[in-house]
């Protein structure tokens, strides 16, 4: 009797913590669903806006290395969505295995339960005689040990239908769990379904790619001289950019100094004297890494921060990428990041209108502009139209860069994702 006792007293409260356990489980994992879906229909969407972009640029010039750019980052994103489905496949095989576990103890620990009841049911019978549960009692060694008896005789009516709603709560705990299992095995095979056609998908992408590099490839004397020509506009860029910020800074310094207001900030190569406002629109700025907004509404970078390679001269680097090229729609609007003061409006050969804007000891850089809604001087807010994207260039993209002093940044850790 004692053995029975102790072994629903260790059985039942693991039971309880399964079933207090299982709802904040689920909670959990309806969240990470959520937003695994979100982010997978995110990738959708960047598809979608890459084939009306590669659409655009062929319409404007065939068999450009603009739009091998634009298939090579639909294949990347493809490959992202794989990657991101081949986890969700991972993930899924677990919790089907930690299910199916779950499962068989859930079901041992139901046998139990049944067995003890069916057990209870028995010696309540075969002690139906309330002569012997009289001498049971009578039987004790002692006035505690009696009273225990005779509380547990009392009681054993209602015992026996706790323990068969115990029963009942487990097995429809246990066909509850059933029913999850099964639909995730259906899940399951629903995303190994689209993985496949995921992969077809790239299939027929990379092989797009692999036709237009041989076509373009038939051009390397062209793109040579592109290349040259590209070279010498980015290094114009480049020095117009570190000559325009280290005006700015000498301004501020002069400015923090008239005015004997100053805060000290020590760069990597440079110590700058801010006035207070200014420093405060630094530390905000600053704050804001990874938060802000996008210059575009809408856009997918297709040349990221650094040095790469170029997509048809084997063993040729392109210019070094002080920043990032946006794809965006044609004429979009353009927008400013942060607020600050725009220090300057400037025309490059190559980067059409570009727009230099002050945040404190920041700078943001926007290139490729058609029309150009601000003027040098004129304090802006986050949002501010700085312009819209020339519409005259091969392709549709905004060329954006942004420092710290004279340390250039990869905008890709400092926008919002």
């Known amino acids: 009797m004692r053995r029975q006792l102790l072994t629903r007293f260790l059985i039942l409260p693991i039971i309880t913590g399964l079933l207090l356990f299982a709802p904040l489980q689920a909670l959990c994992q309806n969240k990470n669903i959520e937003n695994k879906k979100a982010q997978a229909g995110k990738l959708e969407q960047d598809i979608q806006f890459l084939d009306k972009?590669?659409?655009?640029?062929?319409?404007?010039?065939?068999?450009?290395?603009?739009?091998?750019?634009?298939?090579?980052?639909?294949?990347?994103?493809?490959?992202?969505?794989?990657?991101?489905?081949?986890?969700?496949?991972?993930?899924q095989s677990e919790e089907i295995s930690d299910k199916v576990k779950k499962l068989e103890i859930m079901s041992r620990q139901l046998d139990t339960l049944k067995k003890m009841y069916r057990r209870m049911i028995v010696k309540g019978y075969n002690n139906r005689d309330s002569r012997k549960w009289f001498m049971y009692v009578i039987a004790s060694d002692n006035i505690e040990q009696g009273y225990r008896r005779w509380s547990y005789l009392k009681n054993y009516s209602s015992a026996l239908s706790l323990e068969a709603k115990k029963i009942k709560k487990a097995s429809q705990e246990l066909e509850q769990e059933k029913s999850q299992l099964?639909?995730?095995?259906?899940?399951?095979?629903?995303?190994?379904?689209?993985?496949?056609?995921?992969?077809?998908?790239?299939?027929?992408?990379?092989?797009?790619?692999?036709?237009?590099e041989k076509s373009l490839a038939k051009q390397q004397s062209k793109y040579t001289q592109e290349l040259k020509q590209k070279k010498e506009q980015a290094a114009r860029l480049n020095k117009e950019i570190e000559k325009m910020i280290a005006e700015a800074i000498a301004a501020e310094r002069k400015?923090?100094?008239?005015?004997?207001?100053?805060?000290?900030?020590?760069?990597?190569?440079?110590?700058?004297?801010?006035?207070?406002?200014?420093?405060?629109?630094?530390?905000?700025?600053?704050?804001?890494?990874?938060?802000?907004?996008?210059?575009?509404?809408?856009?997918?970078?297709?040349?990221?921060?650094?040095?790469?390679?170029?997509?048809?001269?084997?063993?040729?680097?392109?210019?070094?990428?002080?920043?990032?090229?946006?794809?965006?729609?044609?004429?979009?609007?353009?927008?400013?990041?942060?607020?600050?003061?725009?220090?300057?409006?400037?025309?490059?050969?190559?980067?059409?209108?570009?727009?230099?804007?002050?945040?404190?000891?920041?700078?943001?850089?926007?290139?490729?502009?058609?029309?150009?809604?601000?003027?040098a001087g004129q304090k802006i807010a986050t949002g501010a139209l700085i312009g819209t994207l020339d519409t005259k260039q091969e392709s549709s993209e905004l060329h954006f860069e942004l420092w710290n002093g004279t340390q250039k940044q990869n905008p890709e850790l400092w926008l919002k994702q």
């Open 53 to 91: 972009q590669i659409e655009q640029t062929k319409k404007q010039r065939k068999n450009t290395i603009a739009e091998l750019n634009l298939l090579k980052k639909k294949a990347n994103v493809r490959e992202r969505i794989i990657e991101r489905l081949e986890k969700d496949i991972n993930r």
């Open 182 to 212: 099964s639909k995730l095995q259906a899940e399951n095979r629903k995303t190994q379904h689209t993985k496949e056609e995921e992969l077809n998908k790239l299939k027929k992408d990379q092989e797009k790619n692999k036709n237009l």
């Open 255 to 375: 400015k923090a100094s008239a005015t004997g207001k100053t805060t000290t900030t020590t760069g990597k190569t440079t110590t700058y004297k801010e006035t207070p406002e200014s420093a405060r629109l630094s530390g905000s700025f600053e704050n804001n890494r990874g938060k802000l907004p996008w210059p575009v509404k809408r856009g997918v970078i297709v040349e990221g921060f650094g040095e790469h390679p170029h997509p048809t001269i084997k063993g040729v680097k392109l210019p070094f990428n002080n920043g990032v090229n946006i794809s965006a729609p044609t004429g979009c609007n353009v927008y400013a990041v942060y607020e600050g003061v725009v220090k300057k409006v400037i025309v490059i050969p190559g980067y059409s209108n570009c727009v230099l804007v002050e945040h404190g000891k920041y700078f943001t850089f926007y290139c490729k502009l058609g029309r150009v809604n601000v003027k």
